[in-house]
C-alpha cells in the first residue's frame, strides 16, 4: 500500500490490530504490533526491519526487539487470526504447503542445503510449513511451522541452536509431522477442516494419510502414478487355520497394480469432462477418470475382516495425452458428485497464490533474524498483514472472534 493509501484505512487497521493483538497485556507490545504491521503493508523492495523502519520513520530497534526478545504469547496471536481467518474466508478446504526462503549463510534458523520446491532444485534455505483456509476467492495462513533438518539435532548442533534459541523441545520432526501438529493445535481451539488437499510431497506419505483418517479428517490428496492399489471388486482371502500358533490373517490374493495400470486399463472413455472453476478468462476444465480402489502399498490399513477401505481415485487425462497427467486419493463419501470431487482436487492451487502474496507484497521471505522465536513471530504477522488485506478486499468489516 502507498502511505496515502494505508492512511485511509488507518482506523480499519487499529481496529484489527486492537483485537488480533489482545492477547497481549502490555500496551506498548500492541503499539508495537500494529507499527509492524504498518510496516509489512507499506510499499517498498524490502520488508526486513532497517528498511521497515525507515519508512516508518521509527528506530529499528523497536521492531527488533518486538521481534526477537520481547515476550508475548505467538501462540494466542496465532489462534485469534486463525479464528478470523475462518470467519472471512468461509473455507472449503484447507491446504498443506511448504515453501522455501534462500539463505546466503548458515547462522539463520534451520537452514540446510535441502530440497526447496521454491527454487526448483537443493539449494541452502529454510522451508516453512503452513496451513491455509482456502475458498474458490479468498485463502489465508492458519499456522506455520519452521522445518528444523537433521542437521540441527545432537551435540555437533548445539552451538547453532543456543545461538538461535532453539527451544530443547524443538528437534527434527518430518514436514508432514509438523502439518498433523498443526492441525491437532488447530483443533485444540475448535477449528477442523471439512476436507484437507495436499501435493504429492504429502498425498504420497502413508504416514501422513493415516494420520489424516486416525483424525477423522476428509482428504483429497495428490499422489504418484505408480502407487499401487487393488480395484474395487477385490475381497480379502481368509487362509485356514491350521490349529497351531496365531490364526492367520486375512489377506488379498491379486496382486496390487499401479495406479496408472488401473485407470489405463479402465480407458479414457470411462472417464468424463469437468469444469471445476471459472477462470479470470475461461472456464477452467478437462477430462477426469474416476475409480473407486483400495490401496495398497507399505502400511496399508484393513480392517478387522482384512477388507481395505475403497478410496476415490482421481485421474485427470487431458485430451491429447497418452496417459493421466495427475492423480489424486480421496476418502469422501462414494456418493460425492465427480464435480465437487475434481473441484476440492484442484483447490490448491490457492496456496501458491498466498505464497506469492505474502513474499512479494509483505516481505514473508525477508525476515533477517537469526532467532527460532523471532521466525515464528515475523511469518505470524505476515500473516496478520495477509488477513487484513484479505478483509479489505472481501468486507469493509470482518467478524471477529466472539
Known amino acids: 500500500m502507498r502511505a ?57 530497534q523497536q521492531l527488533q526487539q518486538f521481534v526477537t526478545s520481547s515476550t508475548w504469547p505467538v501462540a494466542d496471536v496465532r489462534a485469534r487470526l486463525a479464528w478470523r481467518a475462518v470467519a472471512v474466508v468461509h473455507p ?109 510431497g504429502y498425498g504420497a506419505n502413508a504416514d501422513f494419510r493415516h494420520g489424516l483418517e486416525d483424525r477423522g479428517l476428509a482428504y483429497v490428496l495428490q499422489v504418484k502414478a505408480e502407487m499401487t492399489a487393488h480395484g474395487e471388486e477385490a475381497v480379502p482371502h481368509q487362509p485356514a487355520y491350521s490349529g497351531l500358533g496365531p490364526r492367520p490373517l486375512p489377506r488379498y490374493r491379486t496382486r496390487p497394480v499401479s495406479l496408472r495400470e488401473h485407470v489405463l486399463a479402465a480407458g479414457r472413455r470411462r472417464g468424463r469432462a469437468v469444469t471445476w472453476r471459472k477462470g479470470s478468462k475461461a472456464a477452467m476444465s478437462s477430462h477426469f477418470v474416476l475409480l473407486r480402489v483400495r490401496l495398497a502399498g507399505r502400511r496399508p490399513k484393513p480392517a478387522e475382516d482384512g477388507t481395505i477401505p475403497l478410496l476415490w481415485l482421481i485421474a485427470q487425462w487431458p485430451e491429447g495425452e497418452a496417459e493421466p497427467v495427475k492423480y489424486w486419493i480421496s476418502n469422501l463419501p462414494a456418493d460425492i458428485p465427480a464435480k465437487d470431487l475434481v473441484r476440492l482436487a484442484k483447490s490448491r492451487w490457492r496456496i501458491e497464490h498466498d505464497y506469492r502474496e505474502l513474499k512479494t507484497a509483505l516481505g514473508l521471505d525477508h525476515f533477517e533474524g537469526r532467532s527460532f522465536t523471532g521466525w515464528h513471530r515475523h511469518v505470524t504477522l505476515v500473516s496478520a498483514a495477509h488477513l487484513f488485506l484479505t478483509e479489505q478486499r472481501s468486507s469493509p468489516k470482518a467478524p471477529a472472534r466472539a
Not at 495462513?141 to 542437521?151: D, G, I, V
Not at 527434527?172 to 483443533?187: N, S
Open 92 to 200: 472449503r478446504v484447507w491446504v498443506v504447503d511448504d515453501t522455501g526462503f534462500p539463505k546466503d549463510g548458515t547462522a539463520s534458523p534451520g537452514v540446510a542445503r535441502q530440497y526447496s520446491g521454491t527454487l526448483g532444485k537443493v539449494g541452502n534455505c529454510q522451508i516453512g510449513v503452513s496451513v491455509h483456509a482456502a475458498s474458490d476467492t479468498a485463502s489465508c495462513p492458519l499456522s506455520w511451522r519452521l522445518f528444523l533438518p537433521q542437521s540441527w539435532d545432537g551435540p555437533q548442533a548445539a552451538p547453532r541452536r543456543a545461538a538461535c534459541r532453539i527451544p530443547d523441545s524443538e528437534c527434527h520432526r518430518p514436514k508432514w509431522q509438523l502439518a498433523l501438529d498443526m492441525l491437532d493445535e488447530l483443533a485444540g481451539i475448535g477449528l477442523r477442516p471439512a476436507a484437507l488437499v495436499a501435493d504429492t
Open 4 to 60: 496515502g493509501e494505508l492512511a485511509a484505512v488507518r482506523g480499519r487497521l487499529e481496529e484489527f490490530a486492537s483485537e488480533v493483538f489482545a492477547p497481549l497485556v502490555r500496551r506498548d507490545q500492541r503499539a508495537k504490533g500494529q507499527l509492524y504491521l504498518r510496516g509489512l503493508l507499506l510499499d517498498g523492495r524490502r520488508k526486513s526491519m532497517q528498511p521497515m523502519a525507515e519508512r516508518l520513520g521509527v528506530d529499528h
